[in-house]
């Protein structure tokens, strides 16, 4: 049987997600397109699809998403981590965090916030309610739409969200995925031939003058 | 530059925490310890730490939680993946999860709810409000005390997570985290020499008679 030590009442869950929110405000000096990491986001509600985000009243991010009421999601696949890193501290009150990672601002037609162009997906986002909790304070959104970049999808439309190479974060560590999953949900009670379909066969070796398994 | 296609209005963010509660209601029928599986958690808070979870009404957890005011959430490795799904599926109401699984309830001196005694870390959180958001209920809790399996300690005290072998969910997958990080919170703007102190040397090929890298 195992033993536990206790280390004090911490924020301890992990895996969390890693994502950019994208942010403009409408005040002077707050008008500059922004982007700010968080870990401290999640699903919240499904019918209507809901988010939450948790933000520090006194960051710049803070400011513009009250101002604007409206925020982008932005998922972080590998290639992004780094930037994802730099704009977790540093701060958009200060620098231009578009300019200084290199990364571009997405116009999105009728939205008050601007998109990451070089996220593999991303989700728009409506403030529906903010509930102050102390340190942070809790932005609960509602989905108006997500974006999901097209090379993630077959030619026979479907879509392949195991090639983006997401990552996620970890008691202070960012760490993509795993290459191939565990499992899917249901998998502990399906067929043998479902398991094979679902966990074996898109990553098996290419064979001679095959295709290889799912690109990653 | 990307282009993207618009999948509509739905809870896309991944990767996200996948954990089993643990908990027991206080009523007549609700007084088995039960398990329920959860994507939809998150961090909410730091000062006071707080974390959040969504659970449908109708579930017979909701009432165990909104009965005893607590529960634990149990951080989860790959081997506990395939019973995290099954607790994912099948309800309390009807079959005791810790006997289906084969799992053990661990008790928590002076806490109201079991723990899962497999986990590497549980979070014992009291039920601080919930505030309903359509189909799910978002319960904020307060984390009172986090206990992590004294096997992820090493002799000198220093806690190595990265051996857990954490698990996430992304799209309806259970994906392991890769088995090193990319990165360490703060890594865009560390030195060289911190940067191969943090992410090389741990990693390193063991030598000839020498030690392996962190046991994973």
Known sequence: MNTFRAIGATTFLAP????MLSCRGTEPGFERDNLITVAWAGVVNSDPPMISVSIRPERHSHAQISQSGAFCV???DKPLCRATDLCGVKSGRD??????TGLHAQTVEGFPAPALAEAPVFLCCRVDRVIPLGSHDLFLA???QVYVRDALFDPDGS???ARANLVSYAHGEYFPLAPRPEGFFGYSLARPDVLHRRLVEPYAKP?????AGPRR
Do not use: C, Q, S
């Open 74 to 76: 932005n998922l972080i």
């Open 207 to 211: 064979r001679r003058g095959g295709l």
């Open 16 to 19: 969390i997600p890693v994502v």
């Open 159 to 161: 879509l392949h969200m």
């Open 95 to 100: 620098i231009d965090k578009f300019a200084e």
């Open 142 to 144: 509602r989905v108006e």
